[in-house]
């Protein structure tokens, strides 16, 4: 579903991000990306966003070489992608529901299928009885499952989180943690970025790790802790 060839990415500045970049993510599988501040997992999940193009090297994804998709197409396969901020990025003047419908109503979803789908997304993640709070009437947590609802409502191939946990306590986290799962169960790909130890160690997934801009291991069923930060 998703392969890097020999990626390299070196910012105009001359900052290099990534040194050969090579590794393959499965369809449904759920993958960590691990490192320092610094490692280069931001400037990985951009490319997969197709936010920029690498210097030199092959991103694919569903089969599409995005080092030579055309402007005009990148707007279409970004709805195939929910992404997941650790800073929220919600319309703080709009409620929960209109929240999540907005992201249905940018693909130009029909108002029949907004009004059946942004309920059933609400209610599997717990906000169904929140609809009508504004997002700052919620906890962070809350919020952080807005974030996913929003991300999961056009029911996309592929799930980006880049730090999701980043701002809430533990036991918040685990359930984010569980939402994710579950999404990824049912059959989504789902690839984050974090410092969590504690999750990573505990739900035993796939684990990329890297260090100044190179991977220095991938494990299957990895820890963190294997990993000294």
Excluded: W
């Amino acid at each position: 579903m998703i392969e890097l060839f020999r990626v390299n990415m070196v910012y105009p500045n001359g900052v290099v991000a990534l040194k050969n970049i090579t590794f393959t993510i499965e369809r449904s599988e759920f993958v960590f990306m691990v490192g320092a501040s610094g490692a280069g997992k931001s400037t990985l999940i951009r490319l997969l966003g197709r936010e920029f193009l690498p210097t030199s090297g092959r991103i694919r994804v569903f089969g599409k070489d995005l080092t030579k998709m055309r402007r005009r197409e990148i707007p279409l396969y970004r709805r195939s992608i929910g992404v997941v901020f650790q800073d929220f990025r919600l319309l703080n003047n709009r409620t929960v529901y209109d929240n999540v419908a907005f992201a249905m109503r940018v693909v130009g979803a029909p108002s029949r299928e907004i009004r059946k789908r942004v309920p059933e997304v609400l209610a599997m993640v717990g906000l169904e009885k929140k609809a009508k709070r504004k997002p700052p009437e919620l906890s962070g947590g809350e919020q952080q499952r807005v974030c996913l609802a929003r991300a999961i409502v056009n029911q996309p191939s592929l799930i980006i989180a880049d730090e999701p946990t980043g701002n809430l306590d533990p036991d918040t986290s685990m359930e984010i943690m569980e939402l994710l799962e579950t999404i990824n169960i049912r059959g989504t790909t789902v690839i984050m970025a974090t410092h969590d130890k504690q999750i990573v160690d505990a739900m035993k997934k796939r684990v990329i790790a890297l260090e100044d801009g190179q991977v220095v291991r991938d494990e299957q069923r990895g820890a963190y802790s294997s990993y000294d930060i």
